[in-house]
């Protein structure tokens, strides 16, 4: 008989204007002296404005820290170390996308441990290193709905002289309060609401897929999904639409608590694209999905035939989930090939081998080679489409 070891998320707020208290929910988990991370392009609206002169008025100081790449690097987490540091913060608030969320993790576990960042990369029992009651507490306040890292335990940092991204790891880096206030999400642009949503997507799907034994993953990943596939489009249309993207911060949180179980292919792919090319993480999944799919068919029509009733699809099966995909990519405006993105298939067979060597490629259903790897890449620059 097969077994299980499981994890499950953490505390989380999911309420209309909940970041007005943000001051209370900071106080309550121990914070005084918070360092807010975000993204530079966020630290200059008015939204963090409000963050913190709303934190100011309620007596709590916060600093801002914004040095960071839409791909993270270590670099950046070296910054976010030394302002922590310099700055005697006791604690963290990482508002933004998975970028800023990622660097906030990884500084909130780093900073005050005896061991560098890249020590705590995820292999073998590195995160045994790490001294747990030094690992600063953070709260996540995600202003997409798309990458999941406020409930992951996780970072994927990207080391700038190997040219590829790491997955930093501690079973207690996950954010202590999750707050999901949906009003943060209305300025998102449609580009962006559509590449993460497809991100979101991206999560429960390839969850689904993996054979890793989570029967509660799995049903989590279904109903994320058909959330996804209600909402996703609405809120693509209608940004303003505050009960879709209520809708799709849930989805997205819950797409990231299923994919604990392991994802694929597509994000063995995507981290290397995304550290070779520096293109938008979401964007890259919602371009290699449908032929990451069509690459593991053999292996997963009982579960495309599962999800394609749950999703109230026509003659549910591998071609209606594939029929569906691609219509709410099209819906999306999300490119058909790579090469829309100005990626070409030069550089093919490095690509292969490092999403060959991804450990995401360990949980996707079947074990590809680099030179598979390679042909999916060189599909997915052509649009070269084929499944039976
Ligand atoms: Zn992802």
Known sequence: MTYGHWHYPTEIIAREGCTNKLADYCRNTGIHRPLLITDHELAETKMVRNIISGCCEADLPVELFSHIQSNPTGANVEAGIKHFVDGRHDGIIALGGGSSIDVAKAVALVARQAFPLWDFVHQDENWQKADPEQIAPVIAIPTTAGTGSEVGRASIIKDELEHKKKIIYHPKMMPKLVLLDPILTL?????????????????????????????????????????????????????????????????????????????????????????????????????????????????????????????????????????????????????????????????????????????????NPIHFTAEQYAEIFTNAVKGTLIYQ
């Open 187 to 363: 300025d998102l642009p449609p580009e962006l609401t559509a590449a993460t949503g497809m991100d979101a997507l991206s999560h429960s799907l390839e969850a689904l897929c993996t054979h890793t034994f989570h029967p509660m993953s799995d049903a989590i990943a279904l109903e994320s999904m058909r959330i996804i596939s209600h909402y996703l489009p609405v809120a693509y249309m209608e940004g303003q639409n505050l009960n879709a993207r209520f809708e799709m911060q849930i989805a997205a949180c819950m797409a990231a608590t299923a994919f604990q179980k392991g994802v694929g292919a597509t994000h063995a792919l995507s981290h290397t694209l995304g550290a070779i090319y520096d293109k938008h993480h979401g964007l890259l999944n919602a371009i290699l999905l449908p032929y990451v799919l069509s690459a593991n068919k053999d292996h997963i029509n009982e579960k495309m035939i599962r999800m394609g009733r749950y999703l109230a699809l026509p003659r549910p099966d591998f071609h209606a989930v594939m029929a569906w995909l691609l219509s709410l990519r099209t819906e999306l405006n999300i490119p058909h090939t790579l090469a829309a993105i100005d990626i070409d298939s030069k550089e093919a067979e490095r690509i292969g081998e490092i999403a060959a060597s991804d450990p995401s490629a360990a949980s």
